[in-house]
């Protein structure tokens, strides 16, 4: 490992030395800036010159400020193929030095996410593993500058690199991933964790403090060892019961969830349901849902009874005069709510119903 580390540094140094190149100088100010943007003009030889001074529109006698230019950057130019530039290899290199050889998504990430993490490794073994570092020092490049600090670019792709990039032009097989985890209704909530089955906060959840001191020793007298039993017992019957009530949210929330949305419109079904959560515990499900109707029909029933024996009362014979009772009734009411029409939708046939 220390072996890799050492080579990427030494050929992070070979691409950014100056090595022969000419250093470049501002025309005006006198700054260096062989590695930084600068200007370059197109109709005056070896003329350049940094931002602020173009900036400012700096002249000279033979360079006017009409004069076209060019804008170089030292690091886009290509290296050795022409979507790879000097600083995308400087960032390949410097992302292998940071994450490792085989990190190839964080050094993807690295670059920007410019190149996917199977062309960072299609490109690393096909330029540096492929060619010794003697071998990559004269390798041949796409872009350089000559003497006089022009970047000179071939319009060539070196061809045996071209041809083995082809050959191997392969994707990379992906690590497999993780299975999903079953979506379950929790999920949505914080403080429930999938993947354990448990919540942040459960019940009697700092029972464990009172038993982190207790320890059991030699010369323990007997009341004291029984109080420490004592101790485990309510803490084995809390992890019980702990157990018990987590799998019961966990089993029933689902249906929990649907009853809720299913009866929060009706006042009766929602006072009753409410009202028999506490015994959700007792029964199963199937069970629960079955006294649960039980009840809703049972008091919907009792309320009939009791307009028909209201009717009865005033001498209403016929289901017409029936149907004009409940009307005048209902506008007795200050709002006709959605409740009163379910209690008073078709009494006749649902009396009819329950007697066959």
Request: with cysteine; hydrophobic share 30%; charged share 35%.
């Amino acid at each position: 490992m220390e072996g890799s580390e050492q080579s990427y540094k030494s050929i992070l140094k070979k691409l950014k030395r100056k090595g022969g190149l000419k250093q470049i100088s501002c025309e005006f100010c006198l700054k260096d800036i062989t590695r930084c943007t600068y200007i370059q003009c197109s109709e005056c030889s070896n003329l350049f010159y940094c931002i602020p001074c173009f900036a400012y529109a700096k002249s000279k006698p033979d360079h006017l400020t009409s004069h076209k230019y060019f804008v170089i950057d030292p690091v886009k130019f290509p290296l050795f193929v022409h979507d790879w530039s000097g600083k995308d290899e400087v960032m390949l290199l410097q992302g292998l030095l940071k994450f490792g050889y085989g990190n190839w998504g964080c050094i993807s990430e690295h670059l920007g996410s410019k190149k996917s993490a199977w062309e960072c490794e299609k490109h690393y073994k096909l330029i540096y593993l492929r060619y010794a570092m003697n071998q990559l020092r004269n390798f041949p490049v796409l872009s350089c500058r000559n003497d006089q600090g022009f970047v000179i670019t071939s319009d060539q792709e070196n061809l045996e690199l071209k041809a083995s990039m082809e050959i191997e032009e392969q994707p990379v097989p992906q690590p497999e991933k993780r299975p999903e985890i079953e979506k379950h209704p929790l999920s949505e909530f914080a403080g429930y964790m999938p993947l354990r089955r448990d919540f942040e906060i459960e019940y009697e959840n700092d029972i464990e403090m009172y038993l982190a001191d207790l320890e059991f020793y030699d010369d323990d007298k007997t009341e004291d060892t029984e109080i420490k039993l004592k101790q485990l017992e309510v803490y084995n019957k809390v992890l019980d019961e702990r157990e018990e009530r987590k799998n019961f949210v966990i089993d029933r929330w689902p249906l929990e969830l649907a009853n809720e949305k299913k009866y929060k419109n009706n006042i009766i079904e929602k006072t009753i349901y409410q009202a028999l959560k506490p015994y959700a515990r007792l029964m199963p499900p199937e069970k629960h849902q079955t006294l649960f109707e039980g009840l809703v029909k049972e008091y919907v029933l009792k309320l009939k009874l009791e307009e028909l024996k209201e009717a009865q009362s005033r001498g209403i014979k016929t289901e017409d005069e029936f149907k004009k009772f409940l009307n005048e009734k209902k506008n007795t009411f200050s709002s006709k709510s959605e409740e009163y029409d379910n209690v008073t939708r078709e009494p006749f046939i649902l009396i009819n119903n329950t007697k066959s």
